[in-house]
């Protein structure tokens, strides 16, 4: 099997993806992310439908996003990704997103992890070969995912998660997650600013049904912090930077 350490997926943006500043929203570039991932584990040979036969697959562990500009209403785009280290536990998997022009618009930094379905405990991926002997000399600029703390003050709203909320794995899908934090917000907000910056950490699933408390801290209206807690434990703490628009 020939391996592509660097795998570029082209796309272009129609007017039913768009958010309602007519360009591309955080929660599609969350989910072609996973896409494109996907894709690319997919022509590796370790991608759903393989890791599935042992009981297994990569899960999302912590997302890094950092955009100059998103791609607007009928643009082309295109995510570029590869692999910068993996250890026992987690794999780290780096994304570039460039404009019709091929200028960088924004990166992400994510950390995945394989777990076992049947005792939802990780898996040991240090032995995989392929990961050892692929790991990319692509670069990306933006700073790891800094320490995310625990709210301890600002506004408390309940949400219980329902049937759309849920993905193939039966539990809570991620991009649900970042979609709730969003909409905290209001439509002036967005129009405003965009984000310039998230921070997301997967910490514990949860599952359909569950009533959690999403904790936001806006004392700075710039760089807001999250945490969703079910039953006092954090289930994903987040940040979102905010950046004006011009």
């Not at 909320?165 to 439509?187: A, G, I, M, P, S």
Request: proline share 3%.
């Amino acid at each position: 099997m020939k391996y592509i350490k660097d795998f570029r997926q082209e796309y272009f943006l129609t007017a039913a993806e768009c958010n309602p500043e007519k360009e591309m929203p955080l929660s599609l570039v969350m989910t072609k992310i996973i896409e494109v991932a996907t894709l690319h584990a997919n022509s590796w040979g370790v991608g759903y439908a393989d890791m599935i036969r042992n009981n297994e697959g990569w899960v999302l562990s912590r997302v890094t996003i950092e955009m100059l500009r998103y791609p607007k209403v009928n643009e082309a785009y295109t995510f570029t990704t590869w692999i910068e280290d993996y250890n026992r536990h987690f794999s780290q998997r780096n994304m570039e997103i460039t404009d019709h022009n091929g200028e960088v618009i924004g990166y992400a930094r994510t950390i995945w992890m394989v777990i076992n379905f049947a005792t939802r405990e990780s898996s040991d991926i240090s032995q995989l070969s392929y990961l050892r002997e692929n790991i990319s000399t692509h670069g990306c600029p933006i700073a790891p995912q800094g320490r995310l703390r625990q709210i301890t003050n600002g506004k408390t709203t309940d949400y219980t998660f329902k049937y759309t909320d849920c993905d193939v794995n039966r539990h809570v899908n991620t991009v649900k997650y970042l979609d709730l934090l969003l909409n905290q917000f209001t439509l002036e907000k967005y129009d405003q600013n965009f984000v310039k910056r998230l921070e997301i950490a997967f910490l514990k699933e949860t599952l359909f049904g569950t009533t959690a408390q999403v904790n936001c801290d806006d004392s700075d209206p710039m760089d807001c912090k999250f945490s969703i807690d079910v039953d006092g434990t954090s289930h994903v703490k987040s940040r979102i930077v905010f950046s004006p628009r011009e």
